[in-house]
């Protein structure tokens, strides 16, 4: 059962990775528009370029 | 939007960048502080109630940048609304023109009435508990499957003090809004659904810590996390759509940005409403709505009054006609002596009337509050009675007769309950958002679901007040060639309808020479040398028609008039075909002369109708049908309506209705299509069953789990057995809305 001395804190840091990726997007306001921001992936204009 | 009130003042499309570069933030970017140095920057805000797809973000944003001036633009799809960073010079008639241009209808903002700062930060905030709360519950499910597949000994105490070390800092963090709530309600002396939260969450989370200390078998540390979670998730559901329509409302009332231009000595000032003073002189350009209560000074025109007190027809202005503000405009400028402005005007006089309908309003009790009154005190007797039946029966061992009681609280607690409402009403605001119905009150839906006769206002609602020909065909050409040429060279809503029916119709207009406007009386030229007029009655020396109608005389003959119907709003015949088909009773009420109500009545096929009915009479006849037991839905857009919508059990009206209507209305019609309302009653209805049937449901969970937990027989597994299959089944049937 000594396995379980590594396993449980590295599940816990990567549980810890996914809520800290959550709280990132959260303060970068990026469930401000979720309607808007799936759409957007959709539109083709600026496929060909960066926006200037 | 939110990038417009972003503390930083940073547009959204720097804030991405700028966030993959940490410091960039912490020291100001010069592109920044040329930005806030530079004084010709303005952002401008509209709403655009049409926008709905990915192409639809795009061209907007397309047409706005090809705009001189305009820096940036970034449309939000969510809430229906495009921030435009631009030039001073840029206004916003300007951009609304250009939206018009590819299709958009959109309408100003005002930036600063928008205060949704405070409810963005505190969805954040709920957001942020829950994310927490969704990782601690992955976590502590995980410890406690290896506990509830058999762990024994030190494993299982080591994976009870881990589940512990994650619960308890959770439950502390992620539960705090309902501690709060709780508390607050134990200081006014009453218990809610929270309290009864409140205290599983503190009795579970303590008995855990104590049998995990003590090396016991069960911990409920999961069922802590995990009623945290759900009841959590709830809670967001019911701020969103709080949010999405405490926006949208707040949005309408910031639609009329509220300016008037002010003459001081002679020259033209712009100025807030606010700032008016009795005794002002004000100029109203034609097309415009009057902003305060006045006199008319100089200037003759023709006003539309039709929003105050249904009347269709236009009304004549000259010096020493009194004009009330929501009045429009039509034909020439007119300069007024205010008489009342801002809240004293005649406006904002139904604002009591109306604040005393809200109240009557917030004392119907929900579903949901009548099922936290039966099922709090419930659910502690139950709990207390196992805890004090466990004592007897044990002779005094506290340990387990706590357990017993903890396990009971914990399974009963309301987590199917607390999504059950939110879930359902979540998912129909969103799908009767998306028809182009605003839910602006929380309870809307559930009173329009008892609806049984449907009230409705004529113009402005049923009509869109705006006119079409009705007779064309019944002049000889050379008149209406006359008509045509004439009608083209005025503003005025009976001119243009005039000139576009000819149009249609493939009409040439004749030469008309010398063409002048006579403000408030009509147009006037010269036809083969002959005055041709085409206007008032009077002003043609015809005998008034009993319908809206535009008089032509060209001097031989009688003058010929050419009559006019309100064009119906689209959607309106199949709104009352769906209403009918419900089994609704229809009544039609207006301001409007008999002739044309009755002429409406008969087209749409409303059996009973009242026509010139003043604003206290719509509010009587409300008041009557409720008396009689009925509940009213009130469909209506005037001054004239405001006190029958503040006083109908549930109502509606257009986003073009005034503010004091819409502010006394409980759900907006955002577009024009009309249709939506035969849905809205169908949906309503349609969530009042889910809803009940949630109840159901959960009860059942109740009725299988409670004696279980009772006898003592409940593990913590089978406490988060019975607490995520309630939940899920809960959320899956508020789903199956159509």
Same mark, same amino acid.
């Given at each position: 059962?000594?396995?379980?001395?590594?396993?449980?804190?590295?599940?816990?840091?990567?549980?810890?990775?996914?809520?800290?990726?959550?709280?990132?997007?959260?303060?970068?306001?990026?469930?401000?528009?979720?309607?808007?921001?799936?759409?957007?992936?959709?539109?083709?204009?600026?496929?060909?370029?960066?926006?200037? | 939007?939110?990038?417009?009130?972003?503390?930083?003042?940073?547009?959204?499309?720097?804030?991405?960048?700028?966030?993959?570069?940490?410091?960039?933030?912490?020291?100001?970017?010069?592109?920044?502080?040329?930005?806030?140095?530079?004084?010709?920057?303005?952002?401008?805000?509209?709403?655009?109630?049409?926008?709905?797809?990915?192409?639809?973000?795009?061209?907007?944003?397309?047409?706005?940048?090809?705009?001189?001036?305009?820096?940036?633009?970034?449309?939000?799809?969510?809430?229906?609304?495009?921030?435009?960073?631009?030039?001073?010079?840029?206004?916003?008639?300007? &951009?609304?023109?250009? /939206?018009?241009?590819?299709? @958009?209808?959109? #309408?100003?903002?005002? %930036?600063?009435?928008? !205060? $949704?700062? +405070?409810?963005?930060?505190?969805?954040?905030?709920?957001?942020?508990?829950?994310?927490?709360?969704?990782?601690?519950?992955?976590?502590?499910?995980?410890?406690?499957?290896?506990?509830?597949?058999?762990?024994?000994?030190?494993?299982?105490?080591?994976?009870?003090?881990?589940?512990?070390?994650?619960?308890?800092?959770?439950?502390?963090?992620?539960?705090?809004?309902?501690?709060?709530?709780?508390?607050?309600?134990?200081?006014?002396?009453?218990?809610?659904?929270?309290?009864?939260?409140?205290?599983?969450?503190?009795?579970?989370?303590?008995?855990?810590?104590?049998?995990?200390?003590?090396?016991?078998?069960?911990?409920?540390?999961?069922?802590?996390?995990? &009623?945290?979670?759900? /009841?959590?998730?709830?809670? @967001?559901?019911? #701020?969103?759509?709080? %949010?999405?329509?405490? !926006? $949208?409302? +707040?949005?309408?009332?910031?639609?009329?940005?509220?300016?008037?231009?002010?003459?001081?000595?002679?020259?033209?000032?712009?100025?807030?409403?606010?700032?008016?003073?009795?005794?002002?002189?004000?100029?109203?350009?034609?097309?415009?709505?009057?902003?305060?209560?006045?006199?008319?000074?100089?200037?003759?025109?023709?006003?539309?009054?039709?929003?105050?007190?249904?009347?269709?027809?236009?009304?004549?202005?000259?010096?020493?006609?009194?004009?009330?503000?929501?009045?429009?405009?039509?034909?020439?400028?007119?300069?007024?002596?205010?008489?009342?402005?801002?809240?004293?005007?005649?406006?904002?006089?139904?604002?009591?009337?109306?604040?005393?309908?809200?109240?009557?309003?917030?004392?119907?009790?929900?579903?949901?509050?009548?099922?936290?009154?039966?099922?709090?005190?419930?659910?502690?007797?139950?709990?207390?009675?196992?805890?004090?039946?466990?004592?007897?029966?044990?002779?005094?061992?506290?340990?387990?007769?706590?357990?017993?009681?903890?396990?009971?609280?914990?399974?009963?607690?309301?987590?199917?309950?607390?999504?059950?409402?939110?879930?359902?009403?979540?998912?129909?605001?969103?799908?009767?958002?998306?028809?182009?119905?605003?839910?602006?009150?929380?309870?809307?839906?559930?009173?329009?679901?008892?609806?049984?006769?449907?009230?409705?206002?004529?113009?402005?609602?049923?009509?869109?007040?705006?006119?079409?020909?009705?007779?064309?065909?019944?002049?000889?050409?050379?008149?209406?060639?006359?008509?045509?040429?004439?009608?083209?060279?005025?503003?005025?809503?009976?001119?243009?309808?005039?000139?576009?029916?000819?149009?249609?119709?493939?009409?040439?207009?004749?030469?008309?020479?010398?063409?002048?406007?006579?403000?408030?009386?009509?147009?006037?030229?010269?036809?083969?040398?002959?005055?041709?007029?085409?206007?008032?009655?009077?002003?043609?020396?015809?005998?008034?028609?009993?319908?809206?109608?535009?008089?032509?005389?060209?001097?031989?003959?009688?003058?010929?008039?050419?009559?006019?119907?309100?064009?119906?709003?689209?959607?309106?015949?199949?709104?009352?075909?769906?209403?009918?088909?419900?089994?609704?009773?229809?009544?039609?009420?207006?301001?409007?002369?008999?002739?044309?109500?009755?002429?409406?009545?008969?087209?749409?096929?409303?059996?009973?109708?009242?026509?010139?009915?003043?604003?206290?009479?719509?509010?009587?006849?409300?008041?009557?049908?409720?008396?009689?037991?009925?509940?009213?839905?009130?469909?209506?857009?005037?001054?004239?309506?405001?006190?029958?919508?503040?006083?109908?059990?549930?109502?509606?009206?257009?986003?073009?209705?005034?503010?004091?209507?819409?502010?006394?209305?409980?759900?907006?019609?955002?577009?024009?299509?009309?249709?939506?309302?035969?849905?809205?009653?169908?949906?309503?209805?349609?969530?009042?069953?889910?809803?009940?049937?949630?109840?159901?449901?959960?009860?059942?969970?109740?009725?299988?789990?409670?004696?279980?937990?009772?006898?003592?027989?409940?593990?913590?597994?089978?406490?988060?057995?019975?607490?995520?299959?309630?939940?899920?089944?809960?959320?899956?049937?508020?789903?199956?809305?159509?």
């Amino acid at each position: 059962m000594e396995i379980l001395t590594y396993l449980i804190p590295v599940s816990l840091l990567l549980g810890g990775i996914g809520l800290a990726a959550f709280v990132w997007a959260l303060k970068t306001r990026q469930f401000d528009d979720p309607a808007g921001d799936a759409s957007r992936i959709l539109t083709k204009d600026w496929d060909d370029r960066p926006k200037p | 939007m939110t990038a417009a009130l972003d503390p930083n003042g940073l547009s959204e499309v720097e804030h991405a960048s700028l966030s993959a570069c940490p410091a960039c933030v912490a020291a100001p970017s010069a592109e920044r502080i040329a930005q806030l140095s530079r004084p010709d920057h303005a952002r401008l805000m509209l709403s655009l109630p049409a926008a709905h797809c990915a192409a639809c973000i795009s061209t907007v944003e397309t047409a706005l940048a090809a705009v001189a001036g305009v820096q940036s633009s970034r449309v939000n799809l969510t809430l229906k609304r495009v921030s435009v960073d631009a030039e001073a010079a840029v206004t916003a008639d300007q &951009l609304i023109k250009v /939206l018009a241009g590819v299709g @958009y209808e959109a #309408h100003e903002l005002d %930036a600063g009435l928008l !205060s $949704a700062t +405070e409810t963005d930060r505190q969805g954040r905030d709920l957001l942020m508990r829950l994310g927490v709360a969704f990782f601690s519950m992955m976590n502590v499910m995980l410890l406690s499957v290896a506990v509830w597949s058999g762990a024994e000994g030190i494993t299982r105490d080591l994976f009870h003090w881990i589940s512990g070390a994650i619960a308890i800092p959770t439950v502390l963090f992620s539960g705090q809004p309902f501690f709060r709530s709780a508390w607050a309600g134990v200081k006014a002396g009453r218990l809610g659904m929270d309290f009864p939260i409140s205290l599983a969450l503190v009795l579970a989370s303590c008995i855990s810590i104590f049998e995990t200390w003590k090396s016991g078998h069960h911990a409920y540390f999961d069922a802590a996390v995990m &009623l945290c979670f759900f /009841l959590l998730l709830g809670r @967001y559901l019911d #701020h969103r759509t709080r %949010a999405v329509a405490r !926006s $949208a409302a +707040e949005e309408l009332a910031a639609l009329e940005v509220p300016r008037a231009v002010v003459l001081v000595e002679g020259a033209e000032i712009t100025r807030p409403i606010s700032e008016i003073a009795v005794g002002d002189l004000v100029r109203v350009r034609p097309g415009g709505r009057m902003p305060v209560d006045g006199v008319v000074v100089d200037g003759t025109s023709e006003v539309d009054r039709s929003l105050l007190t249904g009347e269709s027809l236009p009304v004549f202005a000259g010096p020493e006609t009194v004009v009330s503000a929501g009045e429009v405009n039509l034909t020439g400028p007119l300069t007024l002596r205010v008489t009342a402005a801002g809240k004293d005007s005649s406006l904002h006089r139904m604002a009591d009337l109306v604040a005393v309908a809200e109240s009557a309003k917030t004392r119907y009790t929900t579903l949901a509050e009548r099922a936290a009154n039966w099922y709090s005190p419930l659910v502690h007797l139950l709990s207390f009675s196992a805890f004090g039946f466990w004592m007897w029966k044990t002779g005094g061992d506290l340990r387990f007769a706590v357990n017993i009681s903890a396990a009971t609280l914990i399974i009963t607690c309301p987590c199917a309950l607390g999504l059950a409402v939110p879930a359902v009403v979540t998912s129909a605001s969103g799908r009767l958002f998306r028809k182009g119905l605003l839910i602006k009150h929380g309870t809307a839906l559930e009173r329009l679901a008892e609806v049984d006769t449907v009230v409705f206002d004529k113009t402005g609602t049923l009509t869109m007040g705006t006119p079409e020909v009705t007779n064309l065909a019944e002049h000889p050409r050379a008149a209406v060639e006359v008509a045509a040429a004439l009608a083209m060279a005025s503003s005025h809503p009976l001119a243009t309808a005039l000139a576009d029916a000819a149009r249609a119709g493939g009409i040439h207009p004749a030469r008309v020479e010398d063409l002048r406007e006579v403000p408030g009386y009509g147009i006037e030229g010269l036809w083969r040398g002959q005055k041709v007029r085409l206007g008032r009655a009077s002003w043609c020396q015809a005998d008034e028609a009993a319908m809206t109608a535009t008089y032509l005389c060209t001097g031989e003959g009688r003058p010929r008039a050419f009559t006019f119907t309100d064009r119906l709003r689209p959607g309106a015949e199949a709104a009352i075909s769906a209403l009918t088909a419900q089994g609704k009773s229809l009544r039609l009420i207006s301001g409007d002369t008999e002739a044309a109500v009755a002429a409406l009545a008969r087209r749409l096929g409303f059996a009973d109708w009242t026509s010139g009915a003043l604003p206290a009479e719509k509010s009587a006849l409300v008041r009557d049908l409720t008396l009689q037991g009925r509940r009213v839905l009130m469909v209506g857009d005037g001054l004239n309506d405001t006190a029958a919508l503040a006083a109908a059990h549930v109502s509606i009206s257009p986003a073009s209705a005034l503010d004091a209507a819409r502010a006394a209305s409980d759900i907006v019609l955002l577009g024009q299509d009309m249709a939506a309302i035969g849905d809205a009653a169908r949906i309503s209805r349609q969530t009042r069953r889910r809803i009940i049937e949630n109840f159901g449901l959960s009860a059942a969970y109740n009725v299988i789990a409670v004696p279980l937990a009772l006898v003592g027989a409940a593990t913590p597994l089978a406490a988060a057995l019975a607490m995520s299959l309630s939940s899920i089944t809960v959320s899956l049937n508020s789903l199956r809305l159509k």
